[in-house]
T-cell receptor
Framework: DGGITQSPKYLFRKEGQNVTLSCEQN?????MYWYRQDPGQGLRLIYY???????QKGDIAEGYSVSREKKESFPLTVTSAQKNPTAFYLC????????????FGSGTRLTVV | GQNIDQPTEMTATEGAIVQINCTYQ??????LFWYQQHAGEAPTFLSY????GLEEKGRFSSFLSRSKGYSYLLLKELQMKDSASYLC???????????FGAGTTVTVRA
């Protein structure tokens, strides 16, 4: 069965470190997205990509970076410039006009220690 | 851009009905989605509306009025497992990405 896989499920980061969250999909979806979720704030868009080798900033891109070298993969790097990185990170993919909207990965919970 | 509003919390009794309202203001509309999210888990798809009217799927129904910028999700015959957060999301007409409301936490009591 096709799906979208995020890893790791839990991640701990020390102050000043960069960390990379993995997101892989085998749904043949063109578009991929990264969202951040904080308690009581819903999902906020970090970056998205609609085709390989192209991506756009979302509403809260500062302190994050992405790449889209392959259709299946859209890794997110949380850099040391992100001052408050502790959150639940969700990756999603979609067809452009599908009736189901996004398919989500299971999420990565990042904690700064 | 999108501005999406939904209530923060709702409480209902097992077996009852609950209606979660969502209002939106959008520069371009290409469909409205409802997702269910249990604590610590990923959202899962519930329903999709792109034309005005009611979509029914088992115990869940969703309604859309594009002229009013309004949707609701109706949960019938509530079960304890329905305790979750319900997210309203609007798809942009131009770039197809979803914008999400903050979510409504529904608590089902015995």
């Amino acid at each position: 069965d096709g799906g979208i896989t995020q890893s790791p499920k839990y991640l701990f980061r020390k102050e000043g470190q960069n960390v990379t969250l993995s997101c892989e999909q085998n749904l043949n979806h063109d578009a991929m997205y990264w969202y951040r979720q904080d308690p009581g704030q819903g999902l906020r868009l970090i970056y998205y990509s609609q085709i390989v080798n192209d991506f756009q900033k979302g509403d809260i891109a500062e302190g994050y970076s992405v790449s889209r070298e392959k259709k299946e993969s859209f890794p997110l790097t949380v850099t040391s410039a992100q001052k408050n990185p502790t959150a639940f990170y969700l990756c999603a993919s979609s067809l452009r006009t599908g009736r189901r909207g996004y398919t989500f990965g299971s999420g990565t919970r990042l904690t700064v220690v | 851009g999108q501005n999406i509003d939904q209530p923060t919390e709702m409480t209902a009794t097992e077996g009852a009905i609950v209606q979660i309202n969502c209002t939106y203001q959008t520069s371009g509309f290409n469909g409205l989605f409802w997702y269910q999210q249990h604590a610590g888990e990923a959202p899962t798809f519930l329903s999709y509306n792109v034309l005005d009217g009611l979509e029914e799927k088992g115990r869940f129904s969703s309604f859309l009025s594009r002229s009013k910028g309004y949707s609701y999700l109706l949960l019938k015959e509530l079960q304890m497992k329905d305790s979750a957060s319900y997210l309203c999301a609007v798809r942009d007409r131009d770039d197809y990405k979803l914008s999400f409301g903050a979510g409504t936490t529904v608590t089902v009591r015995a």
